[in-house]
């Protein structure tokens, strides 16, 4: 029989193509220079395992073992190894149950019994879900919430730390040995399985190494496409030798160190199988017994990660074994360097070094070296593979349940993004430098980790080394260098700094150096290099002396009442500073009274509450003389008896005639007008969720809320209503569908009583997105009730201490008149809308604008005689400044409440010249703390200018090192993190202080929240010795100028200050020599002529050298969000747009 005709040559690359590197100069594309494999077409219904068994009919099965237990030498033939799979498919579909779709958790060390797991799931369109055995049980549990598992295979020790809820089959059990036993009578049952190549063949976690793991799916498509690829390599390989007149190399024996549950390892058993070839399993990495194995089976082919192959080079055990069988390794999992490379070669001169580069994003290979030629490009890791296109785009300009992360990573055109910082030489092969996110950032330079570890590996003095960030408060951020000395070696750290520094440019040396016993590393052999920092850290903790325990007479500890006596551990908490602060524990405690709150386990909504509270306001809520609620625009007001009369009846309505019910979500999308305190408050009362939402957004936004909070009906204004999502049913606030909703109350008595937890969601309000997309905070009703309570307490403190002066001689003051409050923020945000509920809890009167305008502003001051104004700093600098303000009659105003952002103390100094009579009582919280968690009362208070005031009532802080992650004292700045009383979580509400979670987000809700029920601000802040919090900046805004941190919000306040600028605003410009340059936009006063000079030289006189202003822009209007933020991306793109016309 005549040989098959060779396969035509690969059609010339089209038009455009670079023919070497595969480069498309008018796309800026790189594509596959590599011939397309065949692939089945794609409507065939077929599984990954049906192609791979597909594939083995053109291969001879003789004797030759498709797996062999590394340890014990037990082999299963390739006959035996097919029976058991249709035998175990049978089992799982018949006796299980088993269908297309579901997912079937399999955790178990490398052992024979996986192989012909995963394959039997697989070929009945089952998803196999693959997870590392030496996991922890909240993994697991993070793992299963993801994937959603039917069933769970394991390992008998692993089973006990699986999710109780998960059904769970102990391979080796008499349970699982009956699901894998013959029996013809099932033996067709799965046969007529009809799988799409497009459904779930498995569900594999993504390294855990930077951040949570990530449940990436993978299609039978995928698989199919991964052996194809191989199957053509063979095939190409088979005819170069029959050219060469050379037998072709025997099917490979393949030894695997890599654990099954790894893409790496996954993808090798299913080559191995589909081509033919014996697998050798190892149950776990061990350097020794991999020789071993080697010489024992004559492994040809070993697939391994860098370390192996250092090992490989350095150690002696590797020269005195017979490894000669050894044709083979393929390198992944992490960059191998060039100087490694080449010292293997040299070692080992007739092994082939096959370097390949994936994700398991990506299913296996995106590129790889095929052949002697390719093996031999040292520090690559080969071309790219068939089929595929890459980019590689300047950094700087499908994952299972978390659809945030998949957003993140796959762009609307369908691109990847690996997060790996890359190169293509001309002759198309790629080069790895580093994870993008773990680059040093060293005086604004980026140094990769990597590049120092392959030089340091390459030293015959060291046998392992790993390069990690250390903190510094000058540079930023130093290479730090961890070793393992070889046996016998006695380097110092200065020879190691050194060698480095004579191959490196001098801002890439190693400036730290530690010695270890070994580098920590995950199963795939990548570096651990947050146990390394986290070391690195303990390492300067330990030199320091331990915190000394405060002191405090017994006198003074009796005079202290019980909220404040001592912080989590025993500490002390220091009431003779007035800061709160308990050097034992490094926690700020809030030494305020705090107000009672009602039994946590009491069914209460925040409505009831708020209304329970209005039977001891003043007098005049019961007469009705007093309105609950006052148009601005229009001066119509409802009194306190129609207000809580209509939330009745629109309750009824939504009940009875809309179907609401308890944790249903209500989408509402309205600006600031009567109708809406009604609707929250009538929502709320039935337990429905309440989701506010901006009516400025776009169309894209609403889709994204409407994804996250999944709403059953929203509210929305007329003007709003053709921007939402088609698919959500919608009330228009004002139509005749709204009108009948709120007088159909009549048969709200007769429903059944509502019954809803404080615990219960209240709310979701979304998080600025002025630093990102929004994320939606779930509030509950326990939260805005202890809200509530602080606010009493701190009004109700503020009272008695005037009584006490009074009593003491002083004059008394004058009895404040009735609060009436000007809402001009939004009552989507959450400032609005907890200061709503509480004013409404109060009995006071609230005036809404719908929108914000500082002339109209004034004119509600002056007509509605308002004594508190809830504003956003902008507004404050706009009244300090403005003529129609001081035309105005504003004698009413008693106090201006600010919050949104920082107020500087330049700002409130000149608000305080102008209005000396009106109190400025700052206050700072976010949307995930539900209001206040610092906040002034009294004058005394309000005088600390600067300031946002001393802990609410309950809240604890810490100020806490972001280099270190050190708990800093009074004085010292640092990130804020926040919480309740000690003992209690976040999740578990913190007795009602703050949020549940991000919903939908549960990666953000871990990396907002500490295991122990932190929450961190993101805000470098500062306490001083009296207690008082200073906001200095958002950590993510600080300027990097030359390695220094400069906060925008310092040079704001200071430009702020200047007579002649209206407003002003402080972004980051890039720049080649300092990194980043603090960039000033500027509004002008009416009339003013400064210059760019005199705004640098402005600010030059108050600041350090590296804090100056080194670029301005002159502007008409700051954008600001609707609370008064400012749009600092915004500005940004219109910095740099301005930069690209020049």
């Given at each position: 029989?005549?040989?098959?005709a060779?396969?035509p040559?690969?059609?010339?690359?089209?038009?455009g193509?670079?023919?070497?590197?595969g480069?498309?100069?008018?796309?800026?594309?790189?594509?596959?220079?590599?011939?397309p494999?065949?692939?089945?077409?794609e409507?065939?219904?077929?599984?990954a395992?049906?192609?791979?068994?597909?594939?083995?009919?053109?291969?001879?099965?003789?004797g030759?073992p498709?797996?062999?237990?590394?340890?014990?030498g037990?082999?299963?033939?390739?006959p035996?190894?097919l029976?058991?799979?249709?035998?175990?498919?049978?089992?799982?579909?018949?006796?299980?149950?088993l269908?297309?779709?579901?997912?079937?958790?399999?955790?178990?060390p490398?052992?024979?019994?996986v192989?012909?797991?995963?394959?039997?799931?697989m070929?009945?369109?089952?998803?196999?879900?693959?997870?590392?055995?030496?996991?922890?049980?909240?993994?697991?549990a993070?793992?299963?919430?993801?994937?959603?598992?039917?069933?769970?295979f394991?390992?008998?020790?692993?089973?006990?730390?699986?999710?109780?809820?998960v059904?769970?089959?102990?391979?080796?059990?008499?349970?699982?040995?009956?699901?894998?036993?013959?029996?013809g009578?099932?033996?067709?049952?799965?046969?007529?399985?009809?799988?799409?190549q497009?459904?779930?063949?498995?569900?594999?976690?993504?390294?855990?190494?930077t951040?949570?793991?990530?449940?990436?799916?993978?299609?039978?498509?995928?698989l199919?496409a991964?052996m194809?690829?191989?199957?053509?390599?063979?095939?190409?390989?088979?005819?170069?030798?029959?050219?060469?007149?050379?037998?072709?190399?025997?099917?490979a024996?393949?030894l695997?160190?890599?654990?099954?549950f790894?893409?790496?390892?996954?993808?090798?058993?299913?080559r191995?199988?589909?081509?033919?070839?014996?697998?050798?399993?190892?149950?776990?990495?061990?350097?020794?017994a991999?020789?071993?194995a080697?010489?024992?089976?004559?492994?040809t082919?070993l697939?391994?990660?860098?370390?192996?192959?250092?090992a490989?080079v350095?150690?002696?055990e590797?020269?005195?074994r017979?490894?000669?069988s050894?044709?083979?390794?393929?390198?992944?999992?992490?960059?191998?360097?060039?100087?490694?490379a080449?010292?293997?070669?040299?070692v080992?001169?007739?092994v082939?070094?096959?370097?390949?580069?994936?994700?398991?994003?990506?299913s296996?290979?995106?590129?790889?070296?095929?052949?002697?030629?390719?093996?031999?490009?040292?520090?690559?890791?080969?071309?790219?593979?068939?089929?595929?296109?890459?980019?590689?785009?300047?950094?700087?300009?499908?994952y299972?349940?978390?659809?945030?992360?998949?957003?993140?990573?796959v762009?609307?055109e369908?691109?990847?993004?690996?997060?790996?910082?890359?190169?293509?030489?001309?002759?198309?092969?790629?080069?790895?430098?580093?994870?993008?996110?773990?680059?040093?950032?060293?005086?604004?330079?980026?140094?990769?980790?990597?590049e120092?570890?392959?030089?340091?590996?390459?030293?015959?003095?060291?046998?392992d080394?790993?390069?990690?960030?250390?903190?510094?408060e000058?540079?930023?951020e130093?290479?730090?260098?961890?070793?393992?000395?070889q046996?016998?070696?006695?380097?110092?750290k200065?020879?190691?700094?050194d060698?480095?520094a004579?191959?490196?440019?001098?801002?890439?040396?190693?400036?730290r150096?530690?010695?270890?016993?070994?580098?920590?590393k995950?199963?795939a052999g990548k570096?651990?290099?947050?146990?390394l920092?986290?070391?690195?850290?303990?390492?300067?903790?330990?030199?320091?002396?331990?915190p000394?325990?405060?002191?405090?007479?017994?006198a003074?500890?009796?005079?202290r009442?019980?909220?404040a006596?001592?912080?989590?551990g025993?500490?002390?908490?220091d009431?003779?500073?007035?800061?709160?602060?308990?050097?034992?524990?490094?926690t700020?405690?809030s030494l305020?009274?705090?107000?009672?709150?009602?039994?946590?386990?009491?069914?209460?909504?925040?409505?009831?509450?708020?209304?329970s509270?209005?039977?001891?306001?003043?007098?005049?809520v019961?007469?009705?003389?007093?309105?609950?609620l006052v148009?601005?625009?229009?001066?119509?007001?409802?009194?306190?008896?129609?207000?809580v009369?209509?939330?009745?009846?629109?309750?009824?309505?939504?009940?009875?005639?809309?179907?609401l019910?308890?944790?249903?979500?209500?989408?509402?999308?309205?600006p600031?007008?009567?109708?809406?305190?009604?609707?929250?408050?009538a929502?709320?009362?039935?337990?429905?969720?309440?989701?506010?939402?901006?009516?400025?957004?776009?169309?894209?936004?609403?889709?994204?809320?409407?994804r996250?909070s999944?709403?059953?009906?929203?509210f929305?204004?007329?003007?709003?209503?053709?921007?939402?999502?088609r698919?959500?049913s919608?009330?228009?606030?004002g139509?005749?569908?709204?009108?009948?909703?709120a007088s159909?109350?009549?048969g709200?008595?007769a429903?059944?009583?509502?019954?809803?937890?404080?615990?219960?969601?209240?709310?979701?309000?979304?998080?600025?997105?002025?630093?990102?997309?929004?994320k939606?905070?779930?509030?509950?009703?326990?939260?805005?009730?202890?809200?509530i309570?602080?606010?009493?307490?701190?009004?109700e403190?503020?009272a008695?201490e005037a009584?006490?002066?009074?009593?003491?001689?002083?004059?008394?003051?004058?009895?404040?008149?009735?609060?009436?409050?000007?809402?001009p923020?939004p009552l989507?945000?959450v400032?609005?809308?907890?200061?709503?509920?509480?004013?409404?809890?109060?009995?006071?009167?609230?005036?809404?604008m719908?929108?914000?305008?500082?002339?109209?502003a004034?004119?509600?001051v002056?007509?509605?005689r308002?004594?508190?104004l809830?504003a956003?700093?902008?507004?404050?600098?706009?009244?300090?400044?403005?003529?129609?303000?001081?035309?105005?009659?504003?004698?009413?105003l008693?106090?201006?409440?600010v919050?949104?952002?920082?107020l500087?103390?330049e700002?409130s100094?000149r608000?305080?010249?102008?209005?000396?009579?009106v109190?400025?009582?700052?206050?700072?919280?976010?949307?995930e703390?539900?209001?206040?968690?610092?906040?002034?009362?009294?004058?005394?208070e309000?005088a600390?200018?600067?300031?946002v005031?001393?802990?609410a009532?309950r809240?604890?802080?810490?100020?806490?090192?972001?280099?270190?992650g050190?708990?800093?004292?009074?004085?010292r700045?640092?990130?804020l993190?926040?919480?309740?009383?000690?003992?209690l979580?976040?999740?578990?509400?913190?007795?009602?202080?703050?949020?549940?979670?991000?919903?939908?987000?549960?990666?953000a809700?871990?990396?907002?929240?500490?295991p122990?029920?932190?929450?961190?601000?993101?805000?470098?802040?500062?306490?001083?010795e009296?207690?008082?919090?200073?906001?200095?900046?958002?950590?993510?805004e600080?300027?990097?100028?030359?390695?220094?941190?400069?906060?925008?919000?310092?040079?704001?306040?200071?430009?702020?200050?200047?007579?002649?600028?209206?407003?002003?605003?402080v972004?980051?410009?890039?720049?080649?020599?300092?990194?980043q340059?603090?960039?000033?936009?500027?509004?002008?006063?009416?009339?003013?002529?400064?210059?760019?000079?005199?705004?640098?030289?402005?600010?030059?006189?108050?600041?350090?050298?590296?804090?100056?202003?080194?670029?301005?822009?002159?502007v008409?209007?700051?954008p600001?969000?609707?609370?008064?933020k400012?749009l600092?991306?915004?500005?940004?793109?219109?910095?740099?747009?301005s930069?690209?016309?020049?």
């Amino acid at each position: 029989m005549a040989d098959p005709a060779p396969p035509p040559p690969p059609p010339p690359p089209p038009a455009g193509i670079d023919a070497r590197s595969g480069f498309c100069a008018a796309t800026r594309i790189f594509h596959s220079t590599r011939a397309p494999g065949d692939l089945p077409p794609e409507s065939l219904p077929m599984t990954a395992a049906a192609y791979a068994f597909s594939l083995l009919s053109s291969s001879t099965l003789p004797g030759r073992p498709a797996l062999v237990d590394a340890a014990t030498g037990i082999a299963v033939s390739y006959p035996s190894f097919l029976a058991a799979v249709r035998s175990l498919a049978g089992g799982l579909w018949c006796s299980l149950g088993l269908r297309p779709g579901d997912v079937a958790l399999v955790v178990a060390p490398s052992r024979l019994e996986v192989p012909v797991l995963d394959f039997a799931l697989m070929s009945i369109g089952a998803v196999v879900s693959p997870a590392n055995p030496a996991s922890t049980p909240e993994e697991y549990a993070h793992q299963v919430a993801l994937s959603r598992p039917v069933v769970a295979f394991a390992a008998p020790e692993v089973a006990a730390k699986l999710p109780g809820h998960v059904r769970c089959v102990v391979i080796g059990s008499d349970e699982y040995g009956r699901l894998a036993a013959p029996d013809g009578r099932r033996a067709a049952a799965p046969a007529a399985v009809a799988v799409k190549q497009s459904d779930t063949a498995a569900v594999l976690y993504s390294s855990g190494t930077t951040g949570r793991v990530k449940a990436v799916a993978i299609t039978h498509r995928n698989l199919i496409a991964l052996m194809s690829l191989h199957a053509d390599n063979r095939e190409k390989v088979a005819r170069e030798a029959a050219e060469a007149g050379e037998e072709p190399p025997p099917p490979a024996v393949t030894l695997l160190p890599i654990p099954l549950f790894h893409v790496f390892g996954f993808m090798m058993v299913l080559r191995s199988v589909s081509m033919g070839e014996t697998s050798v399993l190892m149950e776990r990495f061990d350097f020794i017994a991999a020789l071993r194995a080697i010489e024992r089976y004559r492994v040809t082919l070993l697939p391994a990660a860098p370390p192996v192959l250092v090992a490989m080079v350095k150690y002696e055990e590797a020269r005195r074994r017979d490894l000669s069988s050894l044709l083979v390794i393929g390198i992944g999992g992490a960059p191998l360097g060039r100087e490694v490379a080449e010292q293997f070669a040299s070692v080992f001169p007739n092994v082939e070094l096959v370097q390949g580069y994936g994700l398991t994003e990506s299913s296996g290979a995106v590129a790889a070296t095929v052949g002697p030629e390719e093996s031999k490009a040292y520090g690559s890791v080969g071309k790219l593979g068939s089929h595929l296109q890459a980019k590689i785009v300047d950094p700087s300009t499908g994952y299972v349940g978390d659809d945030e992360a998949t957003a993140a990573t796959v762009d609307s055109e369908g691109w990847l993004k690996t997060g790996d910082l890359c190169y293509f030489n001309e002759d198309g092969f790629l080069y790895i430098v580093d994870r993008l996110k773990e680059l040093i950032k060293y005086k604004g330079y980026q140094v990769p980790p990597a590049e120092l570890e392959h030089i340091l590996q390459s030293h015959p003095g060291i046998a392992d080394a790993a390069v990690i960030p250390y903190p510094d408060e000058e540079a930023g951020e130093l290479p730090m260098a961890f070793i393992v000395r070889q046996p016998g070696s006695n380097i110092t750290k200065e020879q190691v700094m050194d060698y480095v520094a004579k191959q490196v440019a001098p801002y890439k040396k190693v400036r730290r150096v530690a010695f270890v016993t070994a580098i920590p590393k995950s199963p795939a052999g990548k570096i651990l290099r947050r146990e390394l920092v986290q070391q690195a850290l303990s390492m300067v903790s330990k030199r320091s002396p331990p915190p000394q325990r405060a002191h405090i007479p017994m006198a003074e500890q009796r005079r202290r009442p019980p909220y404040a006596s001592s912080g989590a551990g025993g500490g002390s908490v220091d009431r003779r500073s007035r800061s709160g602060f308990c050097a034992a524990t490094r926690t700020f405690h809030s030494l305020r009274s705090a107000g009672p709150l009602p039994p946590e386990e009491l069914p209460l909504t925040v409505a009831a509450y708020a209304f329970s509270l209005l039977s001891s306001a003043p007098p005049l809520v019961v007469a009705g003389r007093g309105p609950a609620l006052v148009d601005a625009a229009t001066g119509i007001a409802v009194s306190y008896p129609a207000f809580v009369a209509g939330v009745r009846s629109l309750a009824g309505g939504l009940w009875c005639s809309l179907g609401l019910r308890p944790g249903d979500v209500a989408l509402v999308v309205s600006p600031s007008r009567l109708d809406v305190p009604v609707l929250h408050f009538a929502l709320m009362s039935i337990g429905v969720v309440v989701s506010p939402a901006n009516p400025a957004s776009t169309a894209d936004e609403y889709a994204h809320q409407v994804r996250l909070s999944r709403p059953a009906v929203a509210f929305v204004a007329p003007e709003v209503a053709a921007r939402l999502p088609r698919h959500v049913s919608r009330v228009v606030i004002g139509s005749e569908v709204f009108d009948r909703l709120a007088s159909a109350g009549g048969g709200w008595a007769a429903s059944p009583a509502v019954a809803v937890k404080q615990s219960s969601t209240a709310a979701l309000l979304y998080s600025s997105g002025t630093t990102g997309r929004v994320k939606a905070v779930a509030i509950t009703h326990r939260n805005l009730i202890a809200q509530i309570s602080a606010y009493n307490a701190i009004r109700e403190a503020a009272a008695r201490e005037a009584a006490s002066d009074a009593g003491k001689g002083k004059p008394p003051p004058p009895s404040p008149p009735a609060a009436v409050t000007l809402f001009p923020l939004p009552l989507f945000h959450v400032m609005g809308f907890g200061l709503l509920t509480r004013t409404i809890s109060s009995g006071e009167t609230a005036v809404v604008m719908r929108r914000f305008d500082l002339a109209a502003a004034a004119r509600a001051v002056e007509r509605y005689r308002v004594t508190k104004l809830s504003a956003a700093p902008p507004l404050v600098v706009a009244l300090a400044k403005s003529d129609e303000a001081r035309r105005r009659d504003l004698s009413s105003l008693v106090a201006i409440v600010v919050g949104g952002a920082p107020l500087g103390r330049e700002v409130s100094q000149r608000f305080a010249a102008v209005f000396p009579s009106v109190q400025i009582v700052q206050s700072y919280g976010l949307t995930e703390s539900t209001g206040p968690v610092a906040t002034m009362a009294g004058p005394e208070e309000s005088a600390a200018y600067g300031s946002v005031g001393r802990l609410a009532p309950r809240v604890q802080a810490k100020i806490v090192d972001t280099a270190t992650g050190e708990a800093l004292g009074p004085g010292r700045r640092g990130e804020l993190w926040i919480r309740g009383p000690v003992g209690l979580c976040f999740t578990l509400s913190y007795m009602g202080m703050f949020f549940l979670g991000y919903v939908g987000d549960p990666e953000a809700t871990a990396a907002t929240i500490t295991p122990d029920g932190w929450l961190k601000t993101g805000d470098l802040c500062y306490f001083n010795e009296d207690g008082y919090l200073y906001i200095v900046d958002r950590l993510k805004e600080l300027i990097k100028y030359k390695g220094y941190q400069v906060p925008p919000a310092e040079l704001e306040h200071i430009l702020q200050s200047r007579p002649e600028i209206a407003d002003a605003a402080v972004v980051p410009y890039p720049d080649e020599e300092a990194g980043q340059l603090p960039m000033a936009f500027v509004v002008r006063q009416p009339g003013a002529n400064l210059t760019e000079q005199q705004v640098m030289n402005c600010v030059a006189k108050h600041v350090a050298p590296y804090k100056k202003v080194r670029r301005v822009a002159f502007v008409n209007a700051i954008p600001k969000s609707p609370a008064g933020k400012i749009l600092r991306r915004e500005l940004v793109q219109q910095a740099m747009a301005s930069s690209s016309r020049l």
